[in-house]
């Protein structure tokens, strides 16, 4: 599957916990976004990263989020001290580039149930 | 006012009909615009993308763009049930910048 893998696909944790999710952008993309969507609601942009960079985490919640994009490996985006609002979907989307006509492509995304 | 604003809907046409989708942005200096589908608990999919002024065709979708009025459109010819979805509009400034949704328009396409 060449695609954007995301996991886990579904996450629980209990209020207080930390919660990792995944993201493996599609082969030889190296800019990833995080986005959050609660139930109805569009797409919140929350962070864009190039590999080892922060580009833009104007959308990231100031403390308890943090994201990374390593050199090597999965970008991470790592939520501390769960509470019952960051319940949502988390969706994960490469591009090749930053080019004008690099659109995204999205995963399939973690759903994050806090109880 | 929203950066990018679309309505709700739904949007309800007969199946075989053109489906109109409506999109408004507020900052005249985006320069990509893209069109995604997503149907309910998946993930979107990208359906088109515009940076141009113009009509751009693919398929049964026909984006259009006009950057003075601050206008992007998607219209789906010959409407098929398997077409309703939400439709999510999106913008981009410039290539370093965060792509912005709007809330999406749910189409309904009724056999």
């Known amino acids: 599957n060449a695609g954007v893998m995301q996991n886990p696909r579904h996450l629980v944790r209990r209020r207080g916990q930390e919660a990792r999710l995944r993201c493996s952008p599609m082969?030889?993309?190296?800019?990833v976004y995080w986005y959050r969507q609660l139930p109805e609601e569009g797409l919140k942009f929350m962070v864009y990263?190039?590999?080892?960079?922060?580009?833009?985490e104007s959308g990231m919640p100031k403390e308890r989020f943090s994201a990374e994009f390593p050199k090597e490996g999965p970008s991470i985006l790592r939520i501390q001290q769960v509470v019952r609002g960051d319940s949502a979907a988390y969706f994960c989307a490469s591009s090749l580039g930053p080019g004008q006509n690099q659109p995204q492509h999205f995963g399939d995304g973690t759903r994050l149930s806090i109880l | 006012q929203k950066e990018v604003e679309q309505n709700s809907g739904p949007l309800s046409v007969p199946e075989g009909a053109i489906a109109s989708l409506n999109c408004t942005y507020s900052?005249?200096?985006?320069?990509?615009f893209f069109w995604y589908r997503q149907y309910s608990g998946k993930s979107p999919e990208l359906i088109m993308f515009?940076?141009?002024?113009g009509d751009k065709e693919d398929g049964r979708f026909t984006a259009q763009l006009n950057k003075a009025s601050q206008y992007v459109s998607l219209l789906i010819r010959d409407s098929q049930p398997s077409d309703s979805a939400t439709y999510l509009c999106a913008v981009r400034k410039t290539s370093y910048d965060k792509v912005i949704f709007g809330p999406g328009t749910s189409l309904s396409v009724i056999p």
């Open positions: 515009i940076y141009s002024n």
């Open positions: 900052d005249r200096g985006s320069q990509s």
């Open positions: 990263l190039q590999k080892e960079n922060i580009i833009d």
């Open positions: 082969k030889g993309h190296s800019h």
